[in-house]
């Protein structure tokens, strides 16, 4: 087999993560006459529940803070039985205190009226942005006690001690690691399920603390698995209603993860809503994360769509380091950027229509409000599912295609697929084409550019003097090292920007 194990760390990325397993979830097929195109062993483990019977659970470890996880229950319907024989709430007859003990409990959260229909079998109320509280409200599916972990070393947001600054993820992880060792407790047992693992998915928000918790928990897997190919989905928030001060704090945090996680993920991929330029047939509220993860989990989901298909469905399906050495065509090019095409738009994603360009580090000065040119192209992963292309044009594109690739050249790889993408009633109607269908042609563009090395000396420019002293020579020298390796040619280009 070909398993991913998928790591969530925080809010966003659970959202985000939440889409992506419901989407999974619909491609089940329950009838012999019919078969998935998808390989569902390569993100669902097998299992026993508590009364025997079979089960088949995201292999996933999920991360949040206190209060995050809403009214999703650690221990579910699969394992009601464990949990019988647990009785927390009863005080221990050893306990050193020799009073009557006052038991106090929480007022639990309500189960959303989604969560409720799903429950009863019927047929689930529709979502709104204000029915949608926590990335559990529209969750359908199950997940192994196991991969739900509850981080009570801060609040989700919390007024008093918010998790936004990356060295405090850094010290979260470096307690609980020395208390625990979270690799060990948490992630080993989903990897030692596993007969070939095929990589490691990561989802972590990259501008707040959870930046530096990854950049730790990356450094661990890379440790631990050398040999195995990690990928990094770093999610930013919209900068809505954010005050300059904030704005700095992310661009900041996002600056430190990137510098810290290049040495242990084989490819990492920045994602942001941008605030302009968005096609016509696309319509996310930067306000809801709900919507700001559907449209992540679209792109994420098509993206690496090959690396789970089976072999009938997509001949010479790419694996998870097929994708990232076809990007990473100078050895040191593990930051990619992401394009996304919907509806219409999907199958005409070029140069001139950028459809939904999700690369972009917050709002830096020196790129707002005009087009970054993305200059020479080093590595390209283009995905069309729901479309298929001309197939006289493609023909014609693979003969004048030279027999072997000169060195210097660029990697372009092409995967087409009939599975389009399914709008399910957890999904919101971000997508002006996808009302009232099952599901869209969706097109993405895994890229590395010139272009990348600009982002990351604009980030350098605007965030190094917001360190301390002890680790503004460090930061600059780690982004520009990542710039570097986007030049055009040898000269690395380095003198430029500096401090």
């Not at 991360?63 to 024989?85: M, Q």
């Not at 047929?123 to 009570?152: C, G, I, N």
């Not at 780690?478 to 920007?497: F, K, P, V």
Request: proline share 6%.
């Amino acid at each position: 087999m070909r398993e991913i194990v998928t790591l969530q760390l925080g809010h966003l990325s659970n959202y985000t993560a939440t889409h992506l397993w419901n989407a999974q979830e619909a491609y089940f097929t329950y009838s012999q006459d019919q078969e998935s195109p998808v390989d569902h062993d390569v993100h669902w483990r097998p299992g026993i529940a508590a009364d025997g019977s079979d089960t088949f659970l995201p292999r996933t470890v999920i991360y949040d803070l206190k209060g995050g996880f809403g009214s999703l229950r650690k221990i579910n319907a699969l394992y009601e039985d464990e949990s019988a024989a647990v009785q927390p709430d009863v005080p221990s007859s050893s306990s050193v205190w020799p009073g009557k003990s006052v038991l106090h409990k929480q007022q639990p959260l309500e189960v959303s009226a989604y969560q409720l229909s799903l429950d009863d079998g019927r047929q689930p109320e529709r979502l709104s942005k204000s029915s949608v509280r926590y990335w559990s409200d529209f969750s359908r599916v199950y997940y192994h006690p196991k991969s739900l972990v509850q981080l009570y070393d801060f609040e989700l947001n919390s007024s008093i001690r918010p998790f936004e600054r990356y060295p405090m993820g850094v010290e979260l992880f470096q307690t609980l690691d020395k208390e625990f060792d979270i690799v060990d407790r948490d992630f080993r047992p989903f990897v030692e399920e596993c007969d070939r693992m095929q990589g490691i998915q990561a989802l972590a928000t990259l501008d707040d603390a959870w930046g530096g918790f990854a950049a730790k928990y990356l450094d661990e897997l890379r440790d631990e698995y050398p040999k195995s190919c990690i990928w990094l989905w770093g999610l930013q928030s919209p900068l809505v209603d954010v005050t300059r001060e904030k704005r700095q704090l992310r661009l900041t945090n996002t600056a430190q993860a990137i510098a810290e996680v290049r040495s242990s993920a084989s490819m990492v991929v920045p994602l942001m809503m941008p605030e302009r330029g968005v096609p016509s047939n696309t319509h996310v509220d930067p306000t809801s994360p709900w919507h700001v993860s559907a449209a992540f989990a679209t792109a994420i989901e098509t993206a690496n769509l090959g690396s789970r298909m089976t072999e009938k469905a997509m001949p010479h399906a790419p694996s998870m380091w097929d994708l990232a050495e076809g990007l990473n065509t100078g050895g040191s090019q593990t930051l990619a950027g992401l394009r996304l095409g919907v509806g219409a738009v999907a199958g005409t994603l070029d140069d001139d229509n950028d459809g939904v360009d999700l690369f972009s580090f917050g709002r830096l000065p020196s790129l707002t409000g005009k087009q970054t040119k993305r200059g020479r192209l080093f590595g390209e992963v283009n995905m069309l599912r729901g479309s298929q292309p001309d197939q006289a044009n493609v023909a014609e594109e693979d003969a004048r295609q030279p027999p072997r690739r000169l060195v210097g050249d660029p990697v372009t790889q092409k995967f087409n697929s009939s599975l389009k993408f399914p709008i399910l009633d957890s999904f919101p109607h971000i997508y002006s084409e996808s009302k009232d269908q099952p599901e869209i042609a969706v097109q993405t563009i895994l890229s590395t550019t010139k272009s990348v090395g600009t982002h990351v000396k604009a980030l350098k420019a605007q965030t190094v003097r917001s360190v301390s002293v002890d680790e503004r020579e460090t930061l600059s020298n780690e982004l520009a090292e990542i710039a570097d390796a986007y030049q055009d040619d040898w000269s690395s280009g380095s003198d430029e920007d500096d401090d």
